[in-house]
C-alpha cells in the first residue's frame, strides 16, 4: 500500500501553518508543520513521500540555509518555496539549489496546490528511478567476476573470440558466460545488454 504524501511546512507564522493545513488536509494530504528549520533539522521526516513547502525568511537560520543543509545532508525531499519578500535573485539561487518552484504570499490556493502536485510527481520519478537502478545494482552484483570481464568485452563491442583471447578461454565459454550475464541482468537481446549495462558502473567505459 503505497504510504499518503506527507506535506512539510516550515514557517514561523502560525496563521500561515494553520491556514495552509486546513486546506492541505482537506485535499487529502498529510501534514507536518514546523515553526523553525531548526525544528525541522530536530525532526526530519522519514524517506516517505511527499514535499517541503518553505518559508523563505524566517528568524534564525532561513528557508535557503535550510535548502543547503538538506542538500548537505543527501535528502532530496522536493522542495516549494514561498515568501512575502521573493526576489529574481533569490528565486534563481533557489530553483538552482534544486526547489522545484518559488511562489510570492499571498499564495492561491489553486496556484499551491498545483505546485504541490507538480513536487510530488518530480519526487514520484526520482523514487521510481532510485528504486529500478537499485534493482539492476543488485542484478549486477550476483555476477561472477568472470561474467563481468565478459560483460566488460560486450560493452567494448568485442566479439565472443575476441573476448575468449583476451581473457584466455575457449568461445563456448565465453558463450556461455555472456548468457548468464544476459539472464542476469534481464536482457533479451545484445542491443538491450548494452543500454544496461550503460547505467551499470563498469570500469573502463
Do not use: W
Not at 485535499?27 to 516517505?48: E, I, K
Request: glycine letters at 8%; charged letters at 20%; a neutral charge.
Amino acid at each position: 500500500m503505497t504510504p499518503l504524501p506527507v506535506i512539510h511546512i516550515v514557517d514561523d507564522d502560525e496563521s500561515v501553518r494553520s491556514a495552509m493545513t486546513r486546506l492541505l488536509t482537506a485535499a487529502g494530504y498529510a501534514v507536518r508543520t514546523y515553526a523553525s528549520a531548526g525544528d525541522f533539522l530536530l525532526d526530519p521526516p522519514a524517506d516517505t513521500p511527499g514535499c517541503l513547502l518553505l518559508d523563505l525568511r524566517m528568524p534564525g537560520p532561513s528557508g535557503l540555509d535550510l535548502q543547503d543543509a538538506l542538500v548537505r545532508h543527501g535528502v532530496r525531499l522536493p522542495v516549494i518555496f514561498f515568501s512575502g519578500h521573493g526576489d529574481l535573485a533569490t528565486g534563481i539561487r533557489a530553483m538552482k539549489a534544486g526547489a522545484v518552484d518559488f511562489l510570492t504570499k499571498p499564495v492561491e490556493s489553486k496556484v499551491l496546490l498545483e505546485a504541490i502536485e507538480s513536487a510530488l510527481r518530480t519526487d514520484a520519478a526520482r523514487r521510481t528511478s532510485h528504486g529500478a537502478s537499485a534493482d539492476l545494482l543488485a542484478r549486477y552484483a550476483q555476477l561472477t567476476a568472470r561474467e563481468r570481464e565478459v560483460l566488460q568485452g560486450v560493452v567494448a563491442g568485442q566479439l565472443n573470440k575476441q573476448i575468449a583471447a583476451t581473457l584466455g578461454i575457449a568461445e563456448r565459454t565465453v558463450k556461455a558466460q555472456r548468457a548468464q550475464v544476459m539472464a542476469k541482468l534481464g536482457a533479451t537481446t545484445a542491443a538491450e545488454l548494452g543500454r544496461i549495462a550503460a547505467q551499470l558502473p563498469l570500469h573502463g567505459r
